[in-house]
């Protein structure tokens, strides 16, 4: 086969017109076809660009100056923006962001899905896009003989002092804020990583959106925490609404945040929080999702999609703590759910019950091993709500949907290339994609979530 020889060298100035965003945020530009990647370049910007290097089938280059200057460009109101990387699109307006993220399912929908009629309808954003997280979770170093606290600087582990962070509650900011200063009057030393030695590795903050509530999570490397009555006593006076302050002791040397070992210190062991009509109780290690007010525009959509009057048994794939199972449960006759991981099985089946739903079961177990199963045992939905990972639905569990046949799948995704490979599998087994509907969970980053609603044709 003809090797293609790249049209540019490293250390090469070019000019060049941007044409597209990638998935992480990078402008990127061709020249006679040969795509180059830039940060901080937005689609109908050009400008001048050294190659800094070259691979096979593409390039990357940093943007020397810009000739022409897109109109969804903004001021990153962030100052610590370019260090952080926690948000990748916070130099594009907001109205910007959402058109990228529906263009980018529209892109895989053709390119990887070979669907160009699909229709991708436009991205549902937030009225108000800022300060949506309702997590925070800082590492904590020593520092000229005081604590930081903040965030790793991008591509390593020096920690950057911050006292605050745009897309967090502001609820957040203040307890990491108290939190750090108390643990700072009382001595506490850090977790000094390389040395594996030291005490508060992070503080973690939850924030319940709908009641107010807040739990406060001490990761430490050991159980011992010195002075923990009076940081206990300090931290309750500071923080009005704390309902519960936990010990994480995490031993590991490792990235992973939370250990194995949680001692609540004082309070409750779950806070609570609600997404529509569904109670939820959230403890320190479980998931739960970051944005709740979108949680509940998405999972609203999911159910307009499953269309549900009272008769149908739904199967929900992939269902975490089962925060779509319960919001489905209230319209359906019966719902399954099944998850791989044990702890959110337990915290759904806790969930079920704090809300009298008793027409919801749940079982651990890999969706593509159990559904085939209870397909063996006589359960056929009359609707498939499926919420996978980023890798998109293991092929047995598509085989299985297109054996069930049922009435309506819905198709939850934070991963749109391997939702447009699983549509196209769906519909080359019956099935018509009515419409993909991308919503803005994480504003300011480039994540893309997005649901879909497929019907199974007349004919099959
Ligand atoms: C995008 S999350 C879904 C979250 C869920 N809908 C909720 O609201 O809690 C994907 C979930 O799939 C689970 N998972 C990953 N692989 C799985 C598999 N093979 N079978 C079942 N669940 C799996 C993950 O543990 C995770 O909870």
Known sequence: MEKLTPPVEKNDYIDVTFEDLTHDGSGVA??????????????????????????????FGKLMNHSTVSEARVEPPCPVYKQCGGCQLQHVSYEGQLSFKQKQVQGVMERIGHLPNVPVLPTMGMTDPWRYRNKAQVPVANRDGGLVAGFYQQRSHDIIDMDMCLIQQQEND????????????????????????????????RYGLTTGEIMVVLVTRTS????????????????????????????????????????????????????????????????????????????DKALEYADLTGEETVIDAYCGIGTISLFLAQKAKKVYGVEIVPEAIEDAKRNAKLNNIDNAEFEVGEAEVVIPNWYKQGIKADVIVVDPPRKGCDEALLKTILKMKPKKVVYVSCGPATLARDLKILEEGGYQTVEVQPVDMFPHTTHVESVSQLILKEDN
Do not use: C
Request: proline share 4%.
């Open 174 to 205: 203040d307890v990491v804020q108290v939190v750090k200063s108390i643990l700072e009057k009382y001595n506490v030393p850090a977790y000094h990583e390389q040395k594996h030695k030291g005490t508060i590795r992070h503080i973690m903050a």
């Open 30 to 59: 061709k020249v006679n076809g040969f795509p180059i990647f830039v940060q901080n370049a937005l689609p109908g910007e050009s400008g001048q660009v050294k190659v800094i290097k070259v691979k096979k089938g593409y390039a």
């Open 224 to 299: 011992e925490l010195p002075n923990k009555k009076h940081i206990i006593e300090e931290i309750v006076k500071a923080v009005p609404n704390v309902k519960s302050i936990v010990q994480n002791v995490n031993t590991k040397r490792t990235n992973v945040i939370l250990g194995d070992q949680t001692n609540v210190l004082w309070g409750e062991e779950y806070i609570y929080d609600y997404i529509g009509d569904v109670k939820f109780a959230i403890s320190a290690k479980s998931f739960y999702q970051v944005n709740p007010e979108q949680t509940k525009v998405l999972y």
